[in-house]
């Protein structure tokens, strides 16, 4: 009798490295989220290292430049094998675009590339484009006035705490760091009121990287168990689309988008504790003389969780990719800027169908939520009991509404998306049109994307 062949080997699908295979074998983890935490892992231990011993009173610039662009280059390969080709051909040619395009229009080019890219251009424009009286403030004190090297320009695109997960951050900000002129730079626009703060010790951010890794742990554990118990393919299934009543539904809908935060908690906060670790995101000191470390963090997990608004929800998640919508968007369309920056966003992130469902469905919800605020608030601040019922049924709607918002999201494919709202009966796009139709919508001053001169801003520094 012939031996019975051996049984399959567990199959895995990346274009990277596969030295870590068995890793990913024994823990049952696709081979591309093993090499991307590992990755991670390792970006921690080298911005240890990055900020004692290649610190700017020991290394120059170019070195410490290079050092980030090199290792950065690296992980590339590593995660995404001949795929990182694509990545660097982009960032070659766009930095052909950047050196020889006119000032004018070099932020037209560059709009199909990634934030980083965008952000940059928007900001070389800024600076040597327009005029200063015709800049925000913030445009202002972010404008680029000089192109950057191309040692710069590798750097602040591949450098090794940002290149596989981010945040985006900006250009000024990130040479800064280079030169070790951040903390400064930080303290001077934050805290400028303070005249000693020249002689104040360099922040430590070691607190700040233990908590974010406390906060990544916990967020690992619970998308090992929670995440997992509570599939999104749970929505697709019969007896929820078929046989569930209206009001399981919606509970299990916001128990399954609830478990489906996890992994973005994870990632985003590693991410987020690489960059502090390597002495990347002071961002002054607060009121109680205490350090902040939340200039490259990306989201706000306790705002998101107590939230009582579909605004505070979208301002506390992914905030630095709601930073570059701002930036390169929303601050400068002539006209409809919220529709303009949610198409822009689902344009940004891919092509999958539910990316669109969930752009597209957080304009009618956004608009809505605004008529509803502005009309019916106010009635309802007049004692704390009346604000504390507000504040209580605006949080259970605003969280029923993200959860219906954002599951095609995570679904991606249009015929489960379509599916799951048929189940709901489109309830809150129902919702939201008649919302728009019947409340008045008070127009939104866009103070931030007035203009302000060099000198206003220069006085506001003074006063």
């Not at 104040?200 to 967020?219: D, F, I, N, Q, R």
């Not at 709601?322 to 303009?340: G, H, M, S």
């Amino acid at each position: 009798m012939a031996p019975e062949p051996p049984p399959p080997r567990a199959s895995y699908r990346t274009t990277g490295s596969t030295c870590l295979h068995p890793l990913s074998e024994l823990l049952g983890i696709p081979l591309d989220q093993v090499n991307f935490v590992a990755c991670q892992l390792f970006a921690l231990l080298a911005a240890l290292w990055f900020r004692l011993y290649l610190h700017p009173a020991k290394s120059s610039s170019a070195v410490r430049h290079a050092f980030a662009t090199i290792l950065g280059t690296y992980f590339v390969i590593f995660c995404f094998g001949w795929y990182s080709v694509h990545l660097f051909v982009l960032v070659l040619v766009c930095y052909g675009i950047m050196v020889t395009a006119s000032v004018s229009s070099i932020h037209r080019p560059l709009m199909i590339i990634t934030q980083k890219i965008t952000t940059l251009a928007f900001q070389v424009h800024d600076g040597l484009g327009r005029r200063a009286e015709d800049l925000s403030a913030e445009q202002h004190r972010l404008a680029v006035k000089v192109k950057p090297s191309f040692l710069e320009y590798l750097s602040y695109l591949l450098n090794f705490m940002s290149v596989i997960a981010g945040p985006c951050n900006h250009f000024k900000d990130y040479v800064a760091f280079i030169e070790g002129r951040h903390t400064h730079m930080k303290l001077l626009e934050v805290n400028g009121k303070h005249k000693d703060f020249h002689s104040l010790p360099e922040p430590s951010p070691t607190g700040a990287v233990m908590h974010k890794l406390c906060v990544t742990l916990v967020s690992l554990l619970l998308f090992l168990t929670l995440t997992k118990t509570f599939p999104v393919t749970c929505l697709a299934e019969d007896w929820f689309v078929q046989k569930a009543d209206f009001l399981t539904r919606l509970c299990y809908l916001y128990v399954v988008m609830q478990a489906s935060k996890p992994k973005y908690y994870f990632a985003w906060t590693l991410a987020d504790a690489v960059n502090n670790a390597a002495g990347f995101g002071f961002s002054g000191m607060d009121k109680d003389g205490r350090c902040c470390w939340d200039l490259l963090s990306n989201l706000n997990i306790w705002k998101i969780e107590t939230a009582t608004s579909f605004k505070m929800y979208l301002e506390n998640w992914n905030i630095q990719t709601a930073a570059w919508l701002k930036c390169v968007c929303y601050e400068r369309v002539p006209w409809c800027p919220t529709v303009l920056t949610f198409i822009l966003s689902a344009l940004w992130h891919g092509v999958y169908p539910g990316y669109y469902f969930t752009f597209l469905t957080g304009v009618l919800v956004t608009l809505a939520a605004r008529a509803v605020r502005n009309n019916c608030r106010h009635h309802f601040l007049s004692s704390k009991a009346l604000k504390c019922v507000y504040d209580l049924v605006t949080w259970a709607v605003t969280q029923l509404a993200v959860s219906y918002t954002v599951a095609p999201f995570v679904m991606l494919a249009a015929e489960p998306a379509l599916s799951l709202y048929t189940s709901m009966y489109f309830y809150l796009h129902i919702i939201s049109l008649l919302v728009i139709l019947f409340l008045p919508i008070k127009p939104q001053a866009h103070l931030q994307r007035q203009p302000q001169t060099a000198n206003s801003v220069n006085k506001k520094k003074t006063d």
